[in-house]
C-alpha cells in the first residue's frame, strides 16, 4: 500500500490466461438504473459477451477490498464517485470463450449491485461498452441481443444463493 492506494503489479498476458483457464474470477456488476426505473445497457467490445449488450461492471482485483473495487468500478465505468445502492445477489456467469483466441472457458462469481445513475451517457467510456442504450425490463428481456447472464438480474431465482438455499 501506498498512501492507503493498493498497488497493484500488472499480470503479463500469459499468466492472466493461465488464472482465467484456471479459475474463477470475481468480480462487480452495475445494474444501472435511471430515475424513471430504466436500466442502462452498454454494447460490449470484448470477449466474452462480445456484441452484447451488457451492465457495466469489472474485476475486483488482487489485494483489493469488495468496497474498493466497487468504488474503482463506479468511477471508471459510470463516472461516479458515489450512489445509492442495493444488493441484489451473487450470481455465476459461464462463458465458452474468454479474452484472449485462446481455446478455454471464463467462470466468474459476480457480486450485482443495483444504483442509480443520474448522468448522461455521453460521458460513459467507450472501452469495455461502444454503445448505450436505455432499456425497460420488458424490453431487455424480450431482445435476443441482450445477453442471457444481463437477463438473470431481472429473473427470479437466478442468483447462486439463491439456488444453495433452494437445494
Request: with cysteine; glycine share 6%.
Amino acid at each position: 500500500m501506498n498512501n492507503g492506494k493498493v498497488i497493484l503489479p500488472m499480470l503479463s498476458e500469459e499468466t492472466f490466461k493461465i488464472i482465467v483457464a484456471s479459475t474463477p474470477l470475481v468480480s462487480i456488476d452495475f445494474v444501472v438504473r435511471d430515475l424513471q426505473g430504466k436500466i442502462l445497457l452498454g454494447k460490449r467490445v470484448n470477449r466474452p459477451a462480445q456484441g452484447s449488450w451488457f451492465v457495466p461492471g469489472g474485476r475486483v482485483l488482487k489485494g483489493e477490498s469488495v468496497e474498493q473495487a466497487y468504488s474503482r468500478l463506479l468511477k471508471i465505468e459510470l463516472g461516479m464517485d458515489k450512489t445509492s445502492s442495493c444488493f441484489k445477489g451473487v450470481y455465476q456467469h459461464f462463458y465458452e470463450d474468454n479474452f484472449s483466441e485462446e481455446p478455454f472457458t471464463t467462470h466468474y462469481i459476480v457480486l450485482a449491485y443495483e444504483v442509480i445513475f443520474d448522468g448522461t451517457t455521453e460521458s460513459l467510456p467507450v472501452v469495455q461498452h461502444n454503445d448505450y442504450h436505455w432499456f425497460s425490463e420488458d424490453m431487455l428481456l424480450d431482445d435476443d441481443d441482450v445477453h442471457l447472464h444481463t437477463k438473470w438480474y431481472f429473473q427470479k431465482d437466478k442468483q447462486a444463493d439463491i439456488l444453495i438455499t433452494n437445494l
